[in-house]
């Protein structure tokens, strides 16, 4: 076996059998550190990571690389099913870029790096793809879950933007502004009636 050939083994994702794209390993037991890793779609779809808890198919499942634990998938208070094997990013670059597998995004890196900043957002200027708009997310005012390019657009604009409003100093919701002036324009009709009412224009 050539060199070339132990790398791909060793980065062999133990779910889909092809090269890992961003290299994960679970963080079940001590053993997992040194079986296969996973791709970090892969890992997410086996353990339907994109899905509420409540739209999972099992409670539970097993470790994807063989280990033998038992992962509690719909537990709300488990937040790490695995970890980013960043020490495998140098290795991972020698094979080839590293192409974003959110179906609907083209992107192609030339590092693990850059197409774990594209995934989860921390972009720097010297990146050339900005953040996955395909990628899940979790909203950053709420517990929202779902694809960037909702959670930054159609629910940031229902539920987040605001304006500040010239009258009261109030910040409003961008969708309630509308209604917020309505009742201005309102209690402003009816206090003009009061000041007519005492000769006052």
């Known amino acids: 076996m050539t060199s070339i050939d132990n790398l791909k083994e060793a980065l062999t994702c133990s779910i889909c059998q092809d090269i890992a794209t961003l290299p ?3 963080v079940c037991c001590e053993n997992a550190k040194s079986m296969s890793p996973g791709c970090l779609s892969c890992v997410r779809s086996y353990y339907e990571l994109n899905k509420s808890i ?10 994807y690389n063989g280990c033998g634990c038992t992962i509690d998938i719909c537990n709300k208070y488990v937040t790490n099913y695995y970890c980013h094997t960043t020490q ?6 020698l094979l080839g870029p590293s192409k974003c597998p959110n ?22 200027p010297s990146d050339k793809y900005p953040a996955c708009a395909k ?3 979790r909203c950053k005012y709420c517990n929202f879950y779902g694809k960037r390019e909702i959670i930054e657009g159609q629910h940031y604009s229902e539920k987040h933007a605001c304006i500040e409003c010239n009258i009261c100093w ?13 009742e201005h324009k309102n209690s402003l009709n009816v206090l003009k009636i009061k000041l007519e009412a005492l000769g006052l224009k």
């Open 170 to 182: 109030n910040k409003i919701r961008q969708n309630k502004i509308l209604q917020h002036y309505h």
């Open 54 to 63: 409540n739209n999972r198919s099992r409670y539970s499942k097993k470790s």
């Open 88 to 93: 495998l990013d140098m290795v991972r670059n």
């Open 24 to 26: 994960v390993h679970p």
């Open 103 to 124: 179906e609907g995004c083209d992107v192609s890196c030339c590092t693990t790096a850059e197409l774990r900043r594209h995934l989860n957002g921390n972009i720097t």
């Open 135 to 137: 990628a899940y997310t």
